[in-house]
Structures are given as structure tokens and as C-alpha cells.
């Protein structure tokens, strides 16, 4: 889907948050912090299930505010109506 503009998709373009960064490497950053911070504590973590849950709680919870019905957050994270309700059952959102 690239769209001729220095091989960048339109996805790229979507996801770029400002001028300067990237959704990437913004996520990146953040998460190096926290990579760091957990590291440092002994123990047994769920990193990567933690930062999936919440990053998925957060994305759904914003297309659900910014859209006017589940059909249309659902359409607008491309992902199936069902698989949204069942997200929202999951993560205890309301919806």
C-alpha cells in the first residue's frame, strides 16, 4: 500500500504521532524504560503479557471513544465486531 511518498505506507504516515517521532519510536522508548525498571527487581515477570494487555486495553478504549458504535471501533482497529466484544469482555472494558 505504499503510497509513492519516500516508500512510506499509508499505515506510516497514520502512525507517525508528531514531526519528530514515529508511534515506533515512541513505544521503543518508553519500553526500554520499563525493560530497565523491571530488570532491576528479582522475580518471575509477565512483561510481555502486561505490556500487551495494557496496550491493547488502551487502543480499544480509544477507538471506543472516538467512534460512535462497537461496529465502527471494530471497523476502525480492523479487527471483527465479535473479537472486539470479546476484547472488551477480557479486559474489563466497558463498551
Known sequence: MNNGNNGKTKTDFLLEVTN???????????LAEIVGMVRSVEGNHNLYKEVIKQT???????AL???DSQLAAAQLLGINRNTLRKKIKELNLSG
Not at 519528530?20 to 518508553?30: A, C, D, N, T, V
Not at 491493547?56 to 480509544?62: C, I, Q, S, Y
Request: glycine share 0%; net charge positive.
Open 20 to 30: 519528530q517521532y514515529s508511534l515506533r519510536e515512541l513505544l521503543e522508548q518508553k
Open 56 to 62: 491493547e486495553a488502551v487502543l480499544l478504549r480509544l
Open 65 to 67: 471513544s472516538k467512534t
